[in-house]
Antibody
Framework: EVQLLESGGGLVQPGGSLRLSCAASGFTFSNYGMSWVRQPPGKGLEWVSAISSSGASTNYADSVKGRFTISRDNSKNTLHLQMNSLRAEDTAVYFC?????????????WGQGTLVTVSS | EIVLTQSPATLSLSPGERATLSCRASQSVRSSLAWYQHKPGQAPRLLIYDASTRATGIPARFSGSGSGTDFTLTISSLEPEDFAVYYCQQRGNWPITFGPGTKVNIK
């Protein structure tokens, strides 16, 4: 069974940093692209970032470009999101998600999410 | 950026009724569109990808259609567990975008 378990969320002050992790199991992690998607309180889903199976290719939403960095460790089956210069509008539940098919960006499955709150 | 518009924003129906949800893209995404179901406190679930292919384990009452800019998700007969928010998502162009969602309420 494919499992994705996010960690690293919490309360951080504006301008601060946080590193999210997603531990993957139940599939060959190094064969699949991965993404982070977030949901601000009371709002819809927003794609944040994606990384190819090898880690060589990354993409970001304009809202986080230059502040967030996605990375992966295929030897440890782990996905990361380094979040710097955090703003109040980054407050959200952050989900990691696996590509349904190695090179097609549909998300299946998703983790349960980790809450990031940016507030003073 | 491709903007996805979903209608209606809210749909109030009774169990057993048919639900028809619409997703319109600001430019063609060919068939590169997915639908997700999301319930509060849970992980979103992929229902349909490539516009009309049901994901693994998804009941046959869920079907998707469309291509280009206009897409439809149909739930043929609503079950109690189907009341949720439904999102469309396109992968035709970067950045990946989601629609704002349609909430299916119990009438």
């Amino acid at each position: 069974e494919v499992q994705l378990l996010e960690s690293g969320g919490g309360l951080v002050q504006p301008g601060g940093s946080l590193r999210l992790s997603c531990a993957a199991s139940g599939f060959t992690f190094s064969n699949y692209g991965m993404s982070w998607v977030r949901q601000p309180p009371g709002k819809g889903l927003e794609w944040v970032s994606a990384i190819s199976s090898s880690g060589a290719s990354t993409n970001y939403a304009d809202s986080v470009k230059g502040r967030f960095t996605i990375s992966r460790d295929n030897s440890k089956n782990t996905l990361h999101l380094q979040m710097n210069s955090l703003r109040a509008e980054d407050t959200a539940v952050y989900f990691c998600a696996k590509y349904r098919i190695p090179d097609k960006i549909y998300f299946d499955p998703w983790g349960q999410g980790t809450l990031v709150t940016v507030s003073s | 950026e491709i903007v996805l518009t979903q209608s209606p924003a809210t749909l109030s129906l009774s169990p057993g009724e048919r639900a028809t949800l619409s997703c319109r893209a600001s430019q063609s995404v060919r068939s590169s569109l997915a639908w997700y179901q999301h319930k509060p406190g849970q992980a979103p679930r992929l229902l349909i990808y490539d516009a009309s292919t049901r994901a693994t384990g998804i009941p046959a009452r869920f079907s998707g259609s469309g291509s280009g800019t206009d897409f439809t998700l149909t739930i043929s007969s609503l079950e109690p567990e189907d009341f949720a928010v439904y999102y469309c998502q396109q992968r035709g162009n970067w950045p990946i975008t989601f629609g704002p969602g349609t909430k299916v309420n119990i009438k």
